[in-house]
């Protein structure tokens, strides 16, 4: 049985601007948006850093190995993206009756009025995740897009509609658009 060992390594050109220091498994990404860290410590990929290239390496040679790998390249492909043009998730605030405000208050979500309840719900900002109310829409923005959807589907997941019928409550809040760049 014989395997390419070429298959189960992936190296990654550096882009121009982002600068990347590794301690162990976290690595450091520091780019013109921003920077951010990634810690590798739990997914099994040998990295090496060395002259503006980033070696990945799968730990065995089976299947799920080379699909381990493929997964890490792209984290650090879409953490390279994200440095460099960042990311926006457009978000719907959807009510039939009772209108629905989102508020920013330090790193917490208020939304309120939803459903005409007293109390409003509250959800946290993942990451370094922007978040601008406008009228009917929230924007977010970040660098890292898996704090940015991870703030959406807290979102979504605090307006979810309980013990009614989903079909015809459909109050909450939506994302209708993903899309690289950030804006304004």
């Known amino acids: 049985m014989s395997t390419k060992l070429e298959e189960f390594q992936e190296i990654l050109e550096i882009p121009e601007g982002i600068n990347i220091t590794m301690k162990k498994h976290m690595i450091q990404f520091q780019g013109p948006l921003g920077k951010t860290f990634k ?7 040998d990295i090496e850093l060395s002259d503006g290239k980033l070696t990945l390496k799968a ?6 190995d080379y699909s381990i790998l493929h997964t890490a390249r792209s984290l650090i492909r879409n953490i390279f ?9 457009k978000m719907k605030v959807v009510y039939a009756h009772f209108p629905i405000t989102v508020k920013v208050k330090e790193k917490t979500i208020l939304i309120e009025n939803f459903q005409g309840e007293r109390a409003p ?12 109310p406008k009228g009917d829409d929230v924007i977010l923005t970040g660098e890292v897009w898996t704090d940015i959807t991870q703030t959406a589907a807290n979102i979504e997941q605090k307006t979810k509609v309980k013990n009614k019928d989903h079909r015809v409550f459909l109050d909450g809040i939506y994302v209708y658009e993903k899309k690289k760049g950030i804006e304004k």
Do not use: A
Not at 39 to 45: A, Q
Not at 81 to 89: Q, V
């Open 39 to 45: 810690s590798f410590k739990k997914i099994p990929v």
């Open 59 to 64: 730990q065995g040679t089976r299947k799920r």
């Open 81 to 89: 993206e994200g440095l460099i043009e960042g990311y926006t998730i």
């Open 121 to 132: 719900r509250t959800t946290t900002i993942v990451g370094n995740t922007k978040i601008i």
